[in-house]
């Protein structure tokens, strides 16, 4: 069992950065792919961006690639989102999953409950 809790979400400014955390529980962190997944209100919850269970290949969607980083600290069971150049429309509920698998947004094991980002314009 790997409990997810995010971090880091609020309001900033188009230009503006932000850094998202997730915090997990469970001694198996290690093991697990993580992703990034965001669900403005009224749309689907798309992919955002992964990182392997080393830390390595992080993936990025079209939409946030060389905006957005992703890193994990496995020593402390985090997992971050850098999220620089911010527009409007990446304003949404930014959820991090866990898998043993691939990430994807219909296979992911385990969920958190997400943070609000909004951006304005």
């Known amino acids: 069992q790997v409990q997810l809790v995010e971090s880091g979400g609020g309001l900033v400014q188009s230009g503006g950065s932000l850094r998202l955390s997730c915090a997990a529980s469970?001694?198996?962190?290690?093991?697990?792919?993580l992703g990034w997944f965001r669900q403005a209100p009224g749309k689907e919850r798309l992919f955002v961006g992964a990182?392997?269970?080393?830390?390595?290949?992080?993936a990025y969607a079209d939409s946030v690639k060389g905006r957005f980083a992703i890193s994990r600290d496995n020593s402390k069971n985090t997992v971050y989102l850098q999220m620089n150049s911010l527009k409007p429309e990446d304003t949404a509920v930014y959820y991090c999953?866990?898998?043993?698998?691939?990430?994807?947004?219909?296979?992911?094991?385990?969920w958190g409950k997400g943070t609000l980002v909004t951006v304005s314009s």
């Open positions: 999953a866990a898998t043993r698998g691939v990430v994807t947004a219909g296979g992911m094991d385990y």
């Open positions: 469970g001694r198996t962190f290690s093991s697990y792919a």
């Open positions: 990182i392997s269970p080393s830390g390595g290949s992080p």
